[in-house]
């Protein structure tokens, strides 16, 4: 089934066209003038240079003056075995049709909201034929029953037709247009474009992902730049500037030589704080490590090591280590943030 964009719009015909996939592009003078062109002519020719096909109105109130219409815009530069002549259905818009693909014009007879005008359509010769989903529903009519009998009609007669379903609301008119069998739909950037969204493609993608970053980056990836330490000569008071400089709920202590010695967290902090009141704050580290060895890992372990490390051990902050010197820490609400702990 062939798919063209429906638009004037240049930035979504330049994002949409970028998928590379696209069969072609169709106009019409009311997205032209909603976007406030008034040089058709030239944006007609901007137009054939951005797509593969073009598909523009040719107008006139008699068929020598569609066929002269057709004539002059391809006169303009542009191509004709890449250019698609709209035509509203009528006796002259079909008589048009016949004599355009007389001159090996392509044609797209539209506006269509019967299978009679589909037919006549179809036996003038028309490359395409278009019935107004959208539109017909809005009516109260059952369009999709009109596009089944175009196409069973093109099928059964053997015409040399495509069936275009427009006038595409939703993503739901694309999934009828592909299961009736319809040979091209055109529809606007805002549906095509959320054709592959599913709820369960990204939860199933944004697993994938989560576990590939697991197996093969580092804890240094993900560490913070700002390391929480302290000396054992500092205070409470010291230890609770950095958490709070930090945002972690935890300092590593250290002494004089970087060398680890323990670990601080907010609930020591408001352990000691009820048992001993604010004056806690005035102590130093050196007597207050209530856990000298605590978890560690290095900056070069695997983040599927840390998440191991965090279920094992129950604990909200991991030391990062680097040759024995802490040089960073973890905590567990950075990596639930990022999905990385299930």
């Known amino acids: 089934m062939e798919l063209y964009l429906d638009s004037v719009d240049f930035k979504e015909i330049e994002e949409a066209f970028d998928l590379g996939f696209l069969t072609g592009l169709t106009t019409t003078p009311t997205f032209m003038h909603r976007h406030g062109i008034t040089d058709i002519d030239a944006a007609i020719v901007k137009l054939s240079g951005m797509v593969p096909i073009l598909q523009v109105e040719a107008l006139g109130d008699t068929a020598e003056e569609i066929l002269a219409e057709a004539e002059r815009l391809l006169a303009l530069g542009l191509d004709k075995d890449k250019t698609v002549f709209k035509i509203p259905v009528s ?27 589909a037919y006549m359509a179809m036996q003038a010769g028309a490359t395409y034929v278009c019935p107004l989903v959208g539109r017909l529903q809005d009516q109260g009519h059952d369009a999709l029953a009109l596009i089944q009998n175009c196409v069973d009609t093109v099928n059964y007669y ?16 694309v999934r009828t247009a592909i ?30 992902v989560e576990h590939t970053r697991l197996m093969t980056e580092n804890v240094k990836d993900v560490m913070r730049e700002f390391n929480p330490t302290v000396k054992l000569e500092d205070t409470i008071f010291d230890a609770l500037s950095q958490m709070t400089e930090s945002g972690l709920g ?41 856990n000298a060895s605590p978890i560690t890992i290095t900056k070069d372990a695997r983040l599927f090591d840390a998440v191991a490390l965090f279920k094992e051990k129950q604990i909200d902050n991991i030391i990062v280590t680097d040759n024995n010197k802490p040089v960073g820490m973890l905590d567990i609400q950075d990596f639930v943030k990022q999905n990385l702990v299930g």
Not at 91 to 117: P, S
Not at 158 to 173: L, P
Not at 251 to 275: A, M, Q
Request: glycine fraction near 8%; charged fraction near 25%.
């Open 179 to 208: 299961v009736s069998g319809v040979h091209t739909i055109t529809a606007p950037w805002k549906v095509m474009k959320t054709l592959t969204s599913n709820n369960f493609t990204t939860v199933g993608t944004n697993q994938f």
């Open 91 to 117: 006796n002259v818009g079909v008589k048009a049709c016949k004599m355009l693909r007389d001159k090996d014009m392509m044609v797209n007879i539209h506006l269509v909201y019967t299978l009679n005008q």
């Open 158 to 173: 053997g015409y040399d037709t495509k069936i275009m379903f427009s006038s595409v609301r939703h993503a739901e008119h």
């Open 250 to 290: 935890a300092v590593t202590i250290v002494d004089g030589s970087g060398d680890l010695k323990g670990i601080f967290t907010d609930g020591d902090l408001r352990r000691n704080l009820k048992e001993k009141g604010k004056e806690f704050l005035e102590n130093k580290m050196a007597d207050c490590i209530s």
